[in-house]
């Protein structure tokens, strides 16, 4: 019952917006046509522009919708732009709730009034989003800062639309492309992130993380959290200083380096991604300002950080070797790669896809670097998946929608923004670095305190692999490795010194040291035995 109410709802607000106006009834089959005209709400008449309308509907239909207008609100570069600019107002300035309630669940969380709490406080809210309002406030120390508080209720209306999208996708899988968009997975994982995004206490570690991640950068600045008053539901932060990355006049009059500003962007998200594994997956324009100190050398301000998302370091290496296949149109290892990482079924013949992924992506590379757009190489890429069964990737999605949204905003602040150009060395170097002895190194002192830990038991059951070696060759003891008589020892002792070497140079005279230096001196004693 529930989710029928939710239908009928939905269903009255496309109504009451006709926002049925906004498909092109030429694109659509005949049949489709004929169900738009059979609709009976066709009579409505509803005088706003299209933009008001969608924005309007969106708003009116709670959170989730909202956030899907925030993602539609930053591809201005596939968007009509009177719904763009329209839609563009979802990102902080949906109606706020009231004050007298802000108030409340303030004091219900810190447990005081709030002119015992702060030094003074603003009642009207500063900028009211989908989840949470925001008011200004003065610490009894004199710190400027923001308290942000969740909307009263909100949970309740997410649990329904998530239960309608949960509905929705049960009855997409049973379509033809059900199993491979795996629909349940993907609404699962947004579940998940939203409910997340609930928790301000959630949000503030994630801020913490972030600002720890870009502490004296030139790329990004995190407030600091006022860990004293953070709770569920309200969290205090730094109060900012900048200018929204909207307001491209105000960018502009100060004399911003809007090239350099659109590609510190880019660099921005790929740091995020490949060097910390923790990126901020929520930065639609709302969420983003640029600082006025320095308007030659620009720096970002990221706020709102309650939905972050991370990579597996197999997710990091394939994404990094598909992106750099693909700026260097190796469409033979794009198509090896979704190969040998599942994303199509392992009997895929590599010729086949590969025709087929040169035949979408040839025709966009041929443009200049600078207008291709990887939202229409996604786009263009999902008729191949059709064909070949490739499946979606539930924790790539958030990375997806993240880079889009970082595509798009780069190219409101400089449309000749070359995304390709500016990515290409960065996951050039990363590579390299990933490859080299120094990277290789650094992944096994990560590991090492594991194979401490496993070390005794592993060198247990060599000693009775050895054993049983040796009796099955020879009753005289000798080497296990076929090396020369005589020289077993000198190997051993290599080993050793190149263990302690390893030790010192990595990680010093600590546990890992000691445990490279013990595992180098159990290779020596098998390269040794009791060869002399």
């Given amino acids: 019952m529930v989710r029928l109410s939710r239908i009928i709802t939905i269903i009255g607000v496309v109504a009451r917006y006709r926002l049925d106006n906004l498909v092109d009834k030429e694109m659509l089959p005949w049949y489709g046509r004929l169900f738009l005209n059979c609709l009976p709400w066709r009579w409505i008449k509803n005088d706003r522009s299209r933009g008001e309308r969608l924005r309007l509907a969106l708003t009116e239909l709670g959170p989730i919708f909202v956030k899907f207008g925030q993602i539609l609100s930053t591809r201005r570069d596939i968007l009509p732009d009177d719904i763009g600019i329209e839609l563009a107002q979802l990102q902080d300035k949906v109606p706020p709730f009231g004050s007298e309630e802000a108030v409340a669940i303030i004091e219900q969380a810190l447990g005081e009034p709030v002119d015992k709490l702060f030094q003074s406080f603003e009642w009207e809210p500063i900028a009211s989003a989908s989840v949470a309002q925001v008011h200004g406030a003065v610490l009894h120390s004199g710190e400027k800062v923001v308290v942000k508080v969740v909307r009263p209720k909100i949970q309740k209306t997410i649990k329904k639309d998530i239960s309608l999208l949960y509905m929705l996708a049960r009855l997409i899988f049973l379509t033809a492309d059900g199993k491979r968009l795996r629909p349940v997975e993907v609404v699962a994982d947004y579940e998940s992130t939203i409910l997340d995004e609930l928790n301000l206490q959630r949000e503030a570690a994630n801020a913490s993380q972030l600002r720890r991640n870009f502490l004296d950068s030139h ?39 809007m090239k350099l500003l659109a590609e510190r962007g880019v660099e921005t998200f790929f740091t995020q991604v490949f060097r910390d594994s923790f990126f901020h997956a929520d930065m639609h324009p709302g969420n983003i300002f640029i600082s006025r100190k320095n308007p030659e050398d620009p720096q970002y301000i990221g706020i709102d950080c309650g939905i972050v998302g991370s990579l597996t370091p197999e997710d990091q290496s394939y994404l990094a070797r598909n992106l750099l296949a693909f700026f260097r149109r190796d469409y033979r290892l794009v198509a090896k790669l979704h190969i040998d990482s599942g994303w199509v079924p392992a009997d895929t013949r590599v010729n086949e896809l590969e025709g087929a992924i040169r035949t979408v992506c040839e025709p966009i590379f041929e443009k200049p670097l600078a207008e291709i757009s990887f939202g229409m190489v996604l786009l263009n890429l999902f008729q191949v998946a059709r064909r070949f069964q490739m499946e979606v990737q539930p924790q790539l999605v958030l990375l997806q929608k993240t880079l889009l949204n970082i595509e798009g905003l780069g190219r409101q602040l400089y449309p000749q923004l070359d995304l390709w150009a500016t990515a290409q060395p960065y996951l050039e170097k990363w590579m390299r670095e990933r490859v080299a002895p120094l990277g290789v190194l650094k992944r096994i002192n990560e590991n090492m305190p594991e194979l401490i830990e496993q070390a005794p038991m592993l060198a247990h059951q060599l000693m009775e692999d050895i054993h049983t070696l040796r009796g099955r060759t020879s009753a005289k003891p000798q080497s296990v490795l076929p090396v020369p008589k005589g020289y077993g020892r000198w190997l051993g002792l290599a080993a ?21 230096v013990l595992l180098g001196g159990l290779g020596g004693y098998l390269f040794s035995g009791h060869n002399s």
Wanted: aromatic share 8%; hydrophobic share 45%; glycine share 10%.
């Fill in 219 to 257: 790329l990004l600045y995190i407030p600091k959290v006022y860990w004293d008053y953070c709770r569920e539901k309200v969290m205090v932060m730094e109060r900012i200083d900048g200018v929204p990355v909207t307001n491209i006049d105000e960018l502009r009059e100060q004399g911003t380096n």
């Fill in 496 to 516: 050793l010194a190149g263990a302690a070497w390893l030790a010192h140079q990595t990680v010093g005279l600590t546990a890992e040291g000691v445990g490279i």
